[in-house]
Each structure stands twice: as structure tokens, then as C-alpha cells.
């Protein structure tokens, strides 16, 4: 597992998996762009999450909601009154912070004299419609929640769900975080994949239990190690507003143990919420008089003919922490064979030059000295397995305006492409790219015909992202698969096209697995068969 977000942070830019947003313009705080492989991999999480969720139940519906929603919705929701996080200003440097997560000391200046917390609501507040009137406006939704609540029964009347049934959605929130951080783990902009589980009052607490251990199952199918994960009971008193009980998935992400998912038991509180006539329906959790809606949000027992408000779990998870997980959970540095010491000898000088002058450096940002320095002496510390991190260092913000920088560059990657890979592990279904198609030579008409032909046949299959890569010799491309997490490289060569040494080879390929760094000779005509086996 990545043990810096340094690491993810340099992959994730270099491979183009995600990039910070508007960069060109100095960029927009707390927004992150998915690259060319990013959306690969996040498709894939929530194409995972949802064939499990929905496609493999027989209990769930899906939906997708408008992310614009009438303003009322806010109010009875209960956020525009308490979707709010408590804000203090250092009285020294001026910057703002969530008071909860600074522990009384400004983490700019280390100053302990802050103002006393006050409320700030993190929805973001947009104009809707030409005429600029102060009552035409709505919000970006903070969660996808409500659009599920408010379709309750449009969902019940148009399928005929008996209790207990779900929706699920997976859709875009928005939260204005005071200070958004740790890469793609607190941003302004962000994915959900939610759940509402309707069930009959009374059996809540069991379905709570099932969903958090299907939950954890679940991270653990998509890559994730049950070591990793830490359910946490929250105490009453961290409750929300309408929580009889919350677990959250805690993951160990790189930057500690956070929330990456929570399942709540959310009661009656927002069917009755958004429900009219709230007196006749006998609600257990205490909600706000609603003078608006036009719906009782009430299920009809055909056993009891009655009507209840069923109680709610809600299992809500952020996709791109899911994304931010199962990328450290993959990552690895390894040492593909030893290095002997005449070849990190240089390596080991090059790099004490190259601290040294990020020292002397008077242009560079203190924050990236630091990490430079700080990265730098970790590698040191122990040249011999960090090696590899030394690729990932040398792309640092601030590194690259460094002439040494370039100069250990050329020392560094030689030794580390010889020695060393950075590989993410990815489970195959998560993988951006599944397979790599490889000429043994590029410029070789027989073999790039017949590695063009195998990489069309196995795309047109629809089931798996297939690509053609000759930009280098067949090592280098091996180190380049492995990086960005594909499972199966393809490499044709001259036996494929009986030219080489043993005739019975021919029309078979090298399939090289990328955990193992096993390889074996496969027939073409098994070839898609054989992938999709080991893909499964
Ligand atoms: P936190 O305490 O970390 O702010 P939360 O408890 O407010 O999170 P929920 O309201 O429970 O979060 O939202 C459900 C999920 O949505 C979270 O578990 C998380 O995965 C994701 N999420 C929430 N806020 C953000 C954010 N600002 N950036 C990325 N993902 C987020």
C-alpha cells in the first residue's frame, strides 16, 4: 500500500489519473479533474457497486435525480438549518478553519488565538432562472439522499415493491468545505453512491447490522483489506439530527484513519419529514411541521392494511474515497531483482547533490522544500527498497524547476526501470485497462499486423478496455502496464509468426501476468477465452 499521498499524488498526475482542476488558471481549491485512466477506474468502482447493489439483489431499484431541486427540499431536510460545519479564523494569519479538525492551533501558523466557532452552511446557494429575484435560487445538492426520499412514490407506484426494497444512486454533491485537503479525500465537488433501504419499523436494527456487514464484504471485493477497514459505532452524542445509530467504514487511507463510507439508521425522520399531514402518521422521530408537501410518503401494508412510514438504512459512500482507497490499497514500490551496490552508489550521490541544492534553493515555496526534503531523506534513508519512490520525487511540485533534478533524473530512472516497479494491484475488474497488446518490434509489418488484429478482436468482445502500446522495448512497456494497474500484457513476437526457434509456437502469444511477472504462451484462438476466465 502507498505509505505517502505523495506517492498517489506524483502517480496519479504523471499517469494521468487525476489532476488538480483548472490548472492553467492557478488553479480552483478543492476540485480535481479524472484523466484519461481515472475515469477508467472509477467507472469501474461504481459499475462494481452498482451490479452488487442493484443488478444482483432482488430487492433494489435505481434511480438518477436531478441535482437541482426545489429549495424546499433543503428546508424539511433539515440543511439549510443544520448542514453546517463550525468555522474559526487564526487572529494572527487570517486563514479559516473547520474548528473540529485543528485541535485549538492554526495548522498555518501554529497560533492558539482563534475566534470562537461559528456556524457555516456548506451548501452552495446558485441562482435559478434569468430573473435575478432573491427568492429564485436553489442549492447544488450536498447529498444524493433527497432525491431518493422525494421519488419514494413515484418508485413504489410505478414497480409495486412490497417492504423490505432499496433505491440506489450514484450522482455528483456538493459541499463548500472550509478547508478542503488530503487530494481527492476532502473535495468541494464529489461523488456519491447511496443507498435507501426501506424497511418496516422494528426490523431497522437488523437490516442496519446486514447492511454494515454487506458493506464491509463489499470494500473487500472491489480490493480493499479487511485489516484497512475499522467499523466505527459514532456515540450518541456525534449523532446527526435524525441518526438512531451510524457506523462508519473507517479506512486507512494514507494520510490516517478516515470515513469512507457511513450506514446510518436514519428512522422515520425523512419520509415523515417530507410528508403532509404528519400528525395522522404516527412518526417516531421528531420532525419539522411541513405546510408544503403534497405527498403522505407512507407504504401500504397488505398484512396489516395499514399505512407506515417505513425507517430508513442508508449505506452512503464516497466514491472518490472509494477511488483514493483502492488506489493505496494497489500501490507498491517492489524490487523486481537486487541492486548491486556499484550501480546505487552514484544514485546515492546524485541524490545528496540534489538535496542540498532544494536547500539552497531561494525560489522554491517553504511547503515544497519541505516535502522535497522530507521525501527525499525518506529515500535516503533507505536507497535500497525506496529507490523507485525517487521517480515520484523527482515530479514533486518545485522539483522539476531544479537543473540538478534533471541531472539525478537521468541517473535515477536507468537504475529504477532496471531494478525496481511501482505497481498498482488492482483487482482486474477495477483495472483502467485490462489488457496491453505489445509488438515485440514496432516496425515489424508481420508482428504489429498480427498485435493490431488480436487488439480489435479483443476489444470488439465489449468486455474489456483493450490497448495497443509499442511506444518502447518490451521491458520498459511491461514497467509502464504494471504502474497504471493493467493485469494481462499480450506480447507478439517472431514464434507467434513461426519465424522463431520452436514451430509448434506458432499462433501462439506471451500472456504476462502482472502480479507474478509470470509469463505463458497461449493459443490466439484461446486468447479471449482464457482473459476473460481470469478476468472473471
Ligand atoms: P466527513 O465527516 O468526512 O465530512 P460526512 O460524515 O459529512 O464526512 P456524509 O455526510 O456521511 O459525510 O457523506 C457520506 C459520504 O460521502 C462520506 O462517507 C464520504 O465518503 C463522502 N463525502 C462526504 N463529504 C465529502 C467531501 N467533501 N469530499 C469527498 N467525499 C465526501
Redesign the pocket.
Known amino acids: 500500500a502507498a505509505q505517502t499521498m505523495e506517492q498517489l499524488v506524483s502517480l496519479c498526475k504523471r499517469r494521468g489519473f487525476i489532476f488538480p482542476g483548472s490548472a492553467i488558471y492557478g488553479g480552483l481549491q478543492g476540485t480535481y479533474d479524472y484523466g484519461p485512466l481515472g475515469v477508467e477506474l472509477k467507472n469501474n468502482l461504481k459499475l462494481a457497486w452498482w451490479r452488487a447493489n442493484v443488478w444482483e439483489r432482488e430487492d433494489m431499484e435505481g434511480i438518477d435525480a436531478a441535482i437541482l431541486m426545489n429549495k424546499l427540499t433543503w428546508r424539511y431536510s433539515g440543511h439549510e438549518e443544520t448542514f453546517v460545519d463550525p468555522m474559526v479564523d487564526c487572529k494572527s494569519c487570517k486563514m479559516r478553519w473547520r474548528a473540529d479538525q485543528i485541535a485549538g492551533k492554526c495548522p498555518n501558523c501554529a497560533s492558539t488565538e482563534l475566534t470562537e466557532p461559528r456556524p457555516f452552511n456548506l451548501m452552495f446557494k446558485t441562482q435559478v432562472g434569468p430573473v435575478p429575484d432573491p427568492e429564485s435560487f436553489s442549492y447544488l445538492r450536498p447529498?444524493t439522499a433527497q432525491g431518493i426520499f422525494v421519488n419514494f412514490k413515484h418508485v413504489l407506484d410505478s414497480t409495486s415493491r412490497k417492504l423490505p426494497f432499496g433505491v440506489a444512486q450514484i450522482g455528483k454533491a456538493f459541499?463548500n468545505?472550509i478547508t478542503p485537503r488530503n487530494f481527492i479525500?476532502?473535495?468541494?465537488e464529489?461523488e456519491?453512491m447511496e443507498v435507501e433501504f426501506f424497511v418496516k419499523p422494528g426490523e431497522d436494527e437488523a437490516w442496519h447490522q446486514k447492511w454494515v456487514e454487506d458493506r464491509i464484504n463489499w470494500w473487500i471485493s472491489v480490493g480493499l483489506s479487511r485489516e484497512n477497514l475499522v467499523p466505527y459505532h459514532q456515540k450518541p452524542d456525534e449523532l446527526a439530527h435524525y441518526a438512531k445509530a451510524t457506523v462508519d467504514l473507517l479506512y486507512r487511507f494514507p494520510h490516517g484513519l478516515?470515513?469512507?463510507?457511513?450506514i446510518a439508521n436514519r428512522t422515520d425522520y425523512d419520509l415523515g419529514s417530507h410528508s403532509k399531514d404528519q400528525g395522522s402518521l404516527g412518526l417516531k422521530a421528531r420532525v419539522s411541521p411541513n405546510g408544503h408537501s403534497t405527498e403522505k410518503l407512507t407504504y401500504f401494508d397488505p398484512e396489516t392494511k395499514q399505512h407506515v412510514v417505513p425507517f430508513v438504512i442508508e449505506p452512503?459512500?464516497?466514491v472518490?474515497?472509494g477511488v483514493l482507497a483502492v488506489l493505496s490499497e494497489a500501490y507498491a514500490e517492489e524490487q523486481v531483482k537486487p541492486a548491486p551496490a556499484e550501480r546505487l552508489k552514484p544514485v546515492e550521490e546524485a541524490l545528496g547533490a540534489f538535496l542540498k541544492s532544494v536547500g539552497r534553493n531561494e525560489k522554491l515555496p517553504v511547503e515544497a522544500k519541505n516535502a522535497l526534503l522530507a521525501e527525499g531523506e525518506r529515500i535516503a534513508g533507505a536507497l535500497g527498497e525506496r529507490l523507485a519512490s525517487m521517480t515520484g520525487l523527482l515530479s514533486m511540485p518545485g522539483a522539476e524547476s531544479i537543473e540538478v533534478a534533471k541531472k539525478l533524473r537521468g541517473q535515477v530512472d536507468p537504475v529504477v526501470d532496471e531494478f525496481y516497479r511501482t505497481v498498482l494491484h488492482f483487482k482486474p475488474r477495477l483495472a483502467p485497462i485490462k489488457v496491453a497488446v505489445l509488438p515485440l518490434k514496432k516496425n515489424h509489418p508481420g508482428i504489429v499486423g498480427v498485435a493490431k488484429g488480436i487488439r480489435r478482436q479483443l476489444q470488439s468482445s465489449g468486455s474489456m478496455r483493450v490497448v495497443y502500446d509499442d511506444t518502447g522495448a518490451i521491458g520498459k512497456l511491461y514497467r509502464r502496464q504494471d504502474e497504471i494497474g493493467t493485469p494481462f500484457c499480450v506480447t507478439v513476437d517472431f514464434d507467434t509468426l513461426g519465424d522463431g526457434e520452436s514451430a509448434s509456437s506458432k499462433d501462439t502469444v506471451t500472456v504476462r501476468h502482472r502480479d507474478s511477472m509470470t509469463q505463458e504462451r497461449v493459443a490466439i484462438s484461446e486468447l479471449e477465452a482464457y482473459l476473460r476466465e481470469k478476468m472473471a
Open positions: 447529498e459541499r468545505e479525500f476532502r473535495v468541494r464529489f456519491q478516515e470515513e469512507l463510507e457511513g452512503s459512500a464516497g472518490d474515497r
